[in-house]
């Protein structure tokens, strides 16, 4: 049963991920790869926090505070100077800058040790420690972002951001600034990452820079790609997939240390499936042209 | 001081030979080709199974290893690209299926050959000394070996008939067409050129200092990093920026740590992309161009 709950909960912290990434990418239409900054920002500053005994609420609203202030208006920057190619080369080259710092800034992050100990999250004097009190919780982000993200499509902001995606100077013409949308977009990326970063932290209750790779802004992005973006089944059967391949593997008895490399394998064939014969992903209503 | 130019001069030679072969591929088809890293180590593997496991000659298992990266290179553009190229898809999702195909490669090497570092010599390598200046074996192999091939390229682009049509077709595709030059061919010759440059590099490196299957990532992000810092259409530019980029990469492992490596080296191609883009690249990134 626990095993079962821990499966949930994770799929419940990547599909929250998911989404954060499809606010940016699918509709936004900003490629990029690193959503893992977001993510890492999030799992660190909540996990500090938590550890100095702030209270969860607290320290998620802090903690979305200086990611949208930090790596939000970098990434900001970045898309308002830059397109295609050039902008998903910059968030790398970001990705890996923020790796390099939390790897490196011991005092802070302890470096490559990791944060060790973090509390589980406390509300209202009741604290979520047990697997299934901690599903609650990440059940009630997950809905959160799913219901958010539901009525957030049909806003008449959700549109203007698809529009700068599909043709910016046809928003510039209509006397919009296409760069406030990137900029909504990029910070609702940025908080609901942050928010699944806040509760993987307290869920693992040990986080390290392994976690937030490059790797991991990669396997965000393909996600995104194979669930396709532009409504709410995209997301969750993207994360759905990736959450579920290696435990569907393990009941086929496949050996322990092949088991990664052939998940990995597996993963990547259905990409390349995906882009070959539906690139708009599964779900996807919207296809990446030129 | 001595010591720092001429190790960054050695390692600049098997930077300059991937992100020539980089630079090729990316000029010419304007794919932005990772798959090279997993190209690059593939050979490599191939080489050490010929030459220690099933032990034939020198000349032979590398005669064998290059046509098994001529055969790998044809077989991802046939499957791969090809079928992409039709569709006239956004270039950043032929980016993810390149990602893809790199998993792949990467991952089916780590399960046949497992994750460990594979060295070909385990013997300390003779070193020359000079005064205060430590020369070893494998760094000479890089001069003599890697230096000709460099200029060999440079001749072939330069001043053969093949390697002005490739500059037609990275010119002006339209044009190269309308003259006669069929792109099909020139696309495959272009990644098996390529590829070739990568394995080369890679073989060299292997007798350094070993390699494992996830080494190749981390060549191709530096290779990616000089083309753009040389412009993406000038081979020249491509060799002084991986000389550069080599010397900038020994100094930061020197001062700091090699941890910071990586870090530095992208914030050199952030800094590039955003405030130098017109010196330096070639390729339209600004939406005014566009």
């Known amino acids: ?290 | 001081m001595l010591q720092l130019i001429i190790n960054s001069f050695t390692s600049g030679i098997l930077i300059a030979m991937v992100a020539l072969g980089f630079g090729i591929i990316f000029s010419t088809t304007k794919i932005f080709h990772l798959a090279h890293g997993g190209i690059y180590v593939s050979g490599v593997y191939f080489f050490y199974w010929l030459f220690l496991v099933v032990g034939i000659g020198f000349v032979y298992s590398l005669i064998g290893a290059l046509l098994f990266t001529i055969i790998l290179a044809v077989f991802i553009e046939w499957l791969v690209y090809k079928p992409l190229l039709k569709r006239a898809t956004n270039p950043n999702i032929v980016l993810i299926s390149s990602l893809g195909v790199f998993i792949i490669l990467v991952n089916i090497l780590a399960l046949i050959a497992g994750n460990d570092i594979k060295i070909f010599s385990s013997t300390l390598a003779k070193s020359i000394v000079i005064s205060n200046v430590i020369i070893t074996k494998n760094q000479l192999n890089n001069v003599i070996v890697g230096l000709p091939i460099i200029i060999l390229f440079n001749y072939l682009i330069n001043r053969t008939e093949l390697g002005i049509k490739i500059k037609a077709v990275s010119n002006n595709l339209t044009l190269a067409r309308v003259v006669g030059i069929r792109l099909q061919n020139i696309r495959y010759l272009v990644f098996i050129l390529g590829s070739l440059m990568a394995v080369g590099a890679g073989l060299l490196k292997a007798f350094d200092t070993g390699i494992d299957p996830y080494s190749g990532l981390n060549i191709t992000f530096t290779a990616i990093v000089a083309t753009i810092l040389g412009g993406s259409n000038s081979l020249k530019g491509t060799i002084y920026a991986s000389f550069i980029l080599a010397f900038i990469q020994n100094i930061s492992e020197y001062f700091l740590s090699s941890q910071w490596r990586d870090p530095v080296t992208f914030f050199i191609l952030m800094v590039v992309l955003l405030w130098r883009t017109e010196g330096i690249l070639k390729y339209k990134i600004r939406l005014d161009e566009k």
Request: aromatic share 18%; with cysteine; glycine share 6%.
């Open chain 1, 1 to 290: 049963m626990n095993y079962l709950i821990h499966i949930l909960i994770f799929l419940q912290i990547y599909i929250i991920l998911a989404f954060s990434l499809n606010i940016k990418t699918g509709y936004g239409g900003m490629f990029s790869l690193c959503q893992a900054v977001f993510y890492g920002t999030g799992a660190y500053v909540t996990a500090i926090l938590l550890l100095n005994g702030f209270n969860f609420i607290f320290a998620l609203v802090i903690a979305i505070l200086i990611n949208v202030l930090f790596n939000g208006i970098v990434v900001f920057y970045l898309a308002k100077r830059l397109r295609e190619l050039y902008f998903t080369l910059a968030t790398l080259a970001f990705q890996i800058i923020f790796y390099g710092i939390i790897y490196n800034w011991i005092k802070l992050t302890n470096g490559p040790y990791g944060i060790t100990g973090i509390p589980k999250p406390i509300i209202c004097n009741i604290e979520f420690s047990s697997p299934i009190s901690f599903l609650l919780i990440s059940t009630f982000f997950v809905l959160l972002t799913i219901i958010f993200f539901y009525f957030f499509h049909k806003t008449y902001l959700s549109k203007m951001i698809e529009a700068t995606r599909d043709d910016e100077i046809w928003v510039n013409s209509l006397g919009k600034n296409p760069n406030r949308y990137k900029f909504v977009s990029i910070a609702l990326s940025v908080i609901f990452a942050t928010i699944s970063g806040a509760l993987y932290a307290s869920y693992i209750s040990y986080i390290d820079p392994s976690s937030f790779t490059i790797n991991e802004s990669i396997l965000i992005l393909t996600m995104v790609l194979i669930g396709g973006s532009g409504n709410i089944y995209g997301p969750i059967t993207g994360a759905a997939i990736y959450i579920l391949l290696p435990e569907f593997l393990r009941f086929l008895n496949f050996p322990d240390h092949l088991a990664a490399n052939f998940q990995m394998i597996l993963y990547a064939l259905i990409l390349l499936l995906i882009i070959r014969f539906k690139p708009s992903g599964l779900f996807g209503k919207f296809e990446f042209k030129s």
